[in-house]
């Protein structure tokens, strides 16, 4: 379900897992494909492939959130968001990038806010925002 390899700093949880507790690692979080998260995950840089649900906070400077996933609350510097992600706020430093198709309740970026293609976003708010597509 979940291996650690400590020399390279890296968790890697294996698709289809289901993790009820919270999940924090010093290192970069690595997540298959339809994983279930229902608590918090926190750590140094967060992966999400495809199908994912997360139900607490995702908590990192870094996190890419896989096509077709699910999220709740996200505060990170940086925030890819891939093809049809549905969530309810992204909270970002530095940069948001949000691809096609994505249903996002409200995102806040103290920097630049990038919409590639078309996308439903209930509150912008951003330094600058790009949208084209």
Known sequence: MISVDKISKRLVVKRNSVI?????????????????FLGNIEGYEVYLAKGCI???????????????????EIYAS????????????????DVVRVMDGCKIDEIVSEGLLLI????KIGKMVAKKILAYG
Not at 116 to 119: L, M, Q, T, V, W
């Open 116 to 119: 590639e293609g078309s996308s």
């Open 78 to 93: 940086n925030v890819l968001l891939q093809k049809k992600c549905r969530g309810k706020t992204v909270y970002a430093k």
């Open 54 to 72: 997360i139900g607490g906070v995702i908590k990192s400077t870094r996190v890419v959130v896989g096509a077709n996933s699910e999220f709740n």
């Open 20 to 36: 009820t507790k919270n999940l924090r690692f010093d290192g970069k979080i690595v997540a298959g494909m339809n994983c279930s």
